[in-house]
């Protein structure tokens, strides 16, 4: 059997928001039963199938990097994690949606990720409003993903889901809303398991394809 292609996809956030239980369940459609804190990095694999169901159908390994959540802005903390940023193919961000904070700090990790954090504190906060702009001309692919939706009271979620869907419109990205310890969230046929599988297409699209459809040769 030949070796498949794969694309590589930075799963970033603040820490403790989820994203080894999110990895976990993305690419084990099982609940992780014991998390523990990511340090440095951690990389498992999913087998996608692009446009499944159509003549077009190829299987790819979508590698996902579970980046240690570390907010320092130090130097010497983001150039230790700069290595794990070679090469990416798509951005999956991660944020709990209990916590406000994480939210915010997406912005400093996309920007982070992307090699356009110039800036001492890496974070554009201006009372609560955000440069758009940074992210107009981005190419790489971004899902945004809340987690911990069972956490919110149903009192309050439709104000937190309000804020967070301005947030996924500030990166031009399409989010999901979860809780990483309930796989129906990501059953197939759902509008969730629907809107990842449309962002990995894409990842694959602008790692393996030009925009008019034809295919081109990369190299590792």
Same mark, same amino acid.
């Given at each position: 059997?030949?070796?498949?292609?794969?694309?590589k996809?930075l799963?970033l956030?603040? /820490?403790?928001?989820?994203? /080894? /239980?999110?990895v976990?369940l993305?690419?084990? !459609?099982?609940?992780?039963g +014991?998390?523990?804190? %990511?340090?440095?990095?951690s990389?498992?694999?999913?087998?996608?199938?692009? $446009?499944e169901? @159509? =003549? &077009?159908?190829?299987?790819?390994?979508? &590698?996902?990097?579970?980046?240690?959540?570390s907010?320092?802005?130090? @130097?010497?903390? $983001?150039?230790?994690?700069?290595?794990?940023y070679n090469?990416? +193919?798509?951005i999956?961000? #991660?944020?709990d949606? @209990?916590?406000? $904070?994480?939210?915010? +700090?997406l912005?400093?990790?996309?920007?982070?990720?992307? !090699?356009?954090?110039?800036?001492?504190?890496? #974070?554009?906060?201006?009372?609560?409003?955000?440069?758009?702009?940074?992210?107009?001309?981005?190419?790489?692919?971004?899902?945004?993903i809340?987690? $911990?939706?069972d956490?919110? =009271?149903?009192a309050?979620?439709?104000?937190?889901?309000?804020? %967070?869907?301005f947030?996924?419109?500030d990166?031009?990205?399409e &989010?999901? +809303?979860?809780?990483? %310890?309930?796989?129906?969230?990501?059953a197939?046929?759902?509008?969730?398991?629907?809107?990842l599988s449309?962002?990995f297409?894409?990842v694959? &699209?602008?790692?393996?394809?030009?925009?008019?459809?034809?295919? #081109?040769?990369?190299?590792?």
């Amino acid at each position: 059997m030949a070796a498949l292609d794969r694309v590589k996809v930075l799963v970033l956030g603040d /820490s403790g928001v989820g994203k /080894s /239980s999110l990895v976990h369940l993305l690419c084990q !459609n099982q609940v992780l039963g +014991n998390p523990s804190w %990511t340090v440095g990095c951690s990389v498992d694999v999913r087998i996608h199938d692009y $446009k499944e169901g @159509t =003549p &077009e159908e190829k299987t790819y390994y979508i &590698e996902l990097w579970d980046v240690g959540g570390s907010v320092g802005s130090a @130097t010497s903390v $983001k150039s230790t994690r700069a290595v794990f940023y070679n090469l990416l +193919n798509g951005i999956i961000l #991660v944020h709990d949606l @209990t916590n406000k $904070k994480s939210s915010q +700090n997406l912005y400093r990790w996309s920007l982070e990720a992307l !090699n356009r954090d110039v800036a001492p504190t890496g #974070v554009l906060v201006t009372n609560g409003d955000y440069d758009r702009e940074q992210f107009a001309d981005n190419q790489i692919p971004l899902l945004v993903i809340g987690t $911990k939706l069972d956490q919110i =009271p149903e009192a309050k979620r439709n104000e937190v889901l309000t804020r %967070t869907a301005f947030l996924a419109e500030d990166f031009n990205a399409e &989010e999901i +809303n979860l809780d990483c %310890t309930n796989p129906r969230y990501l059953a197939a046929g759902s509008s969730n398991a629907v809107k990842l599988s449309r962002f990995f297409d894409k990842v694959i &699209e602008k790692r393996y394809f030009l925009r008019d459809g034809n295919q #081109v040769c990369h190299f590792s």
